[in-house]
């Protein structure tokens, strides 16, 4: 969630035109003070955070909706002696981003989650270990395999950008290449945020360097493996996603001033991959439920897979929802399932969770991309 937040504010902050000539700039507004309030809750104290409700094997051996649930489900925590630097030091950025985009809106607000994003990465910085080695269960699911040391970095960027401190700037500048800031990572995403920071770090010094890594990541995202119609094809599980990612990097790149030599390539690339999820495929049809033409019916999402609530008694739900034929009986709007095979080859099937499984960072990265390339098209 604290990637989802991240990511969505930054497209809104860089792209707030946009937002607002589709008057959905308050409404994302509090879509992420949905999430902010509940960062802000669960650190109820400096070196004290709660990350995770619920075990997720548990839960995968459910199928209801949320509502159902009537049990309490158990809380999980990171603290000083059982650190999680990867989900603390996102979750400041987080809430650094946050405080930018309420900074004006609502001020009190803002100072709130910047007192809170400080304490949390401080914690992340001198507690340092890794989230799914201190809370059971966590490495089935969210293990961090490139490390904490992108969020590490990605946090004091979000930091610098929030409060312009050079302390900040300093350390950051210190710590970018020990902590890999020079590599070229595969991906953007929940995992690696790596190249977020090498485009934050342009865009602060507007340094040969930083702008270099920039380029070299959108050229191999460009270098990526493609269906025949062009989907840049990172991994089985979730390629959308993926795709959606590369686009947004590629907006945020082609924002640079002064402007990269490639610029016009990248927005192009950008348009490219989102066309492609909204219906310019091998199928003809959109990845996006709710939306074009022949969109998902039935993506892999518990809730939405639920009989209507339209009549009372609700009709119990379980696992033969997940095994029906039908549509969904609600539409989840919006929602970007995970994709096709290399070859463009996508079945809508309720069942193939690898295919149709739909999440909030998979949305994260298209949500910013879209506003991108809108911000672009209006002349930005």
Not at 84 to 96: F, I, R
Not at 341 to 367: C, H, L, M, P
């Amino acid at each position: 969630m604290a990637y989802t937040i991240t990511t969505l504010a930054w497209g809104m902050i860089e792209y707030q035109e946009a937002y607002q000539a589709a008057n959905e700039f308050e409404k994302a507004l509090e879509l992420v003070k949905w999430a902010t309030d509940y960062f802000i809750a669960a650190h109820p104290t400096k070196n004290e955070l709660y990350v995770q409700v619920a075990d997720g094997g548990a839960d995968h051996g459910r199928w209801e909706r949320p509502e159902d649930r009537k049990s309490s489900r158990r809380l999980y925590k990171i603290d000083q002696n059982n650190p999680g630097s990867d989900v603390a030091a996102e979750t400041a950025a987080a809430l650094a981003a946050a405080s930018i985009l309420f900074k004006t809106e609502d001020p009190s607000y803002s100072a709130l989650c910047l007192r809170h994003a400080k304490q949390i990465y401080e914690f992340a910085d001198q507690y340092r270990g890794a989230y799914h080695n201190s809370v059971e269960g966590a490495a089935t699911f969210y293990k961090s395999w490139s490390g904490y040391n992108d969020e590490l970095l990605w946090g004091l960027a979000w930091l610098y950008k929030a409060t312009a401190d050079d302390q900040y700037l300093g350390t950051l500048r210190q710590r970018y290449s020990s902590l890999g800031g020079g590599n070229t990572p595969a991906e953007f995403s929940w995992d690696n945020k790596m190249a977020g920071v090498q485009v934050l770090m342009a865009d602060f010094t507007g340094e040969s360097q930083y702008r270099g890594h920039v380029t070299r990541f959108v050229d191999f995202a460009m270098g990526v493996q493609t269906t025949p119609k062009g989907l840049s094809w990172k991994a089985k599980w979730g390629p959308n996603r993926y795709a959606a990612n590369y686009a947004a990097i590629a907006t945020f790149a082609a924002k640079l001033e002064p402007a990269l030599s490639k610029k016009n390539q990248y927005l192009a690339y950008a348009k490219k991959q989102i066309n492609y999820l909204l219906g310019d495929n091998e199928r003809s049809a959109s990845y996006v439920v709710g939306f074009g033409k022949n969109p998902p019916q039935k993506p892999h999402h518990r809730a939405s897979s639920c009989p209507s609530w339209r009549a009372l008694p609700v009709q119990t739900c379980g696992f033969n929802s997940l095994n029906s034929g039908s549509a969904n009986p609600h539409v989840l709007f919006g929602a970007l399932v995970g994709g096709p095979d290399t070859s463009g080859n996508y079945v809508d099937d309720r069942k193939d969770y690898i295919a149709n499984e739909v999440a909030t960072d998979y949305n994260a990265g298209f949500q910013s991309a879209v506003a991108g390339l809108q911000f672009f098209a209006m002349g930005g």
